[in-house]
């Protein structure tokens, strides 16, 4: 059974910075691709970025340049570095491997 767990979110200012963790277990996680989505309130949940399990990245228009995804496989860990953070960015964060979800971290930019 694939369990995800999230951690990292917060209140932040806009401008901010905030990096997002999913821990992973019941996989075999260096072989998967993951990704982070974010769902904010009245919206549909959305791909912020992926990563193949070889490293490739891929980024949302509205992220790039601001935020990062990386793995370490070692730890089977996900994270998700944002910076320059907009009130925009408020949502619930998800990471997401195979099919399967952790319950979300909140992340709210505000002054």
């Known amino acids: 059974q694939v369990q995800l767990v999230e951690s990292g979110g917060g209140l932040v200012q806009p401008g901010g910075s905030l990096r997002l963790s999913c821990a992973a277990s019941?996989?075999?996680?260096?072989?998967?691709?993951m990704a982070w989505y974010r769902q904010a309130p009245g919206k549909q949940r959305e791909l912020v970025a992926s990563?193949?399990?070889?490293?490739?990245?891929n980024y949302a228009d509205f992220v790039k340049g601001r935020f990062t995804i990386s793995r370490d496989n070692a730890k089977s860990t996900l994270y998700l570095q944002m910076n320059s953070l907009k009130p925009e960015d408020t949502a619930v964060y998800y990471c997401?491997?195979?099919?399967?979800w952790g319950q979300g971290t909140q992340v709210t930019v505000s002054s």
């Open positions: 997401w491997v195979y099919g399967s």
């Open positions: 019941g996989i075999s996680f260096s072989i998967y691709p």
């Open positions: 990563i193949t399990s070889t490293g490739t990245t």
